[in-house]
């Protein structure tokens, strides 16, 4: 059965960090092409990265560009997604997803407020 559970979502101040992590089962991502979604209140879905198959390279929103780094651990089988200068903007339930193949977690809420 495949899954992909993310966590480390939460409530952070403007200029916060977090790191989100996606464990997935059921397939090796390394294998796929993975991305991380997410859909801010009222509005509609924007994939924020795009991690090709192998983590050989990954693309970026030019919204979260040179804030957000995504990665991959093959021996955990754990895509992760590290945000930094976090904005008001950047809240938004994040997904990780591989689109590929129609397989998507359950979401994390992410919040960004003073």
């Known amino acids: 059965q495949v899954q992909l559970v993310e966590s480390g979502g939460g409530l952070v101040q403007p200029g916060g960090s977090l790191r989100l992590s996606c464990a997935v089962s059921g397939f090796t991502f390394s294998r796929h092409s993975m991305g991380w979604v997410r859909q801010a209140p009222g509005k509609g879905l924007e994939c924020v990265s795009f991690?090709?198959?192998?983590?050989?390279?990954?693309t970026y929103a030019d919204s979260v560009k040179g804030r957000f780094t995504a990665s991959e651990d093959n021996a955990k089988n754990t895509l992760y997604l590290q945000m930094n200068s976090l904005k008001s903007e950047d809240t938004a339930v994040y997904y990780c997803?591989?689109?590929?193949?129609?397989?998507w977690g359950q979401g994390t809420q992410v919040t960004v407020s003073s």
């Open positions: 991690i090709s198959d192998g983590g050989t390279s990954a």
């Open positions: 997803a591989d689109p590929g193949s129609g397989y």
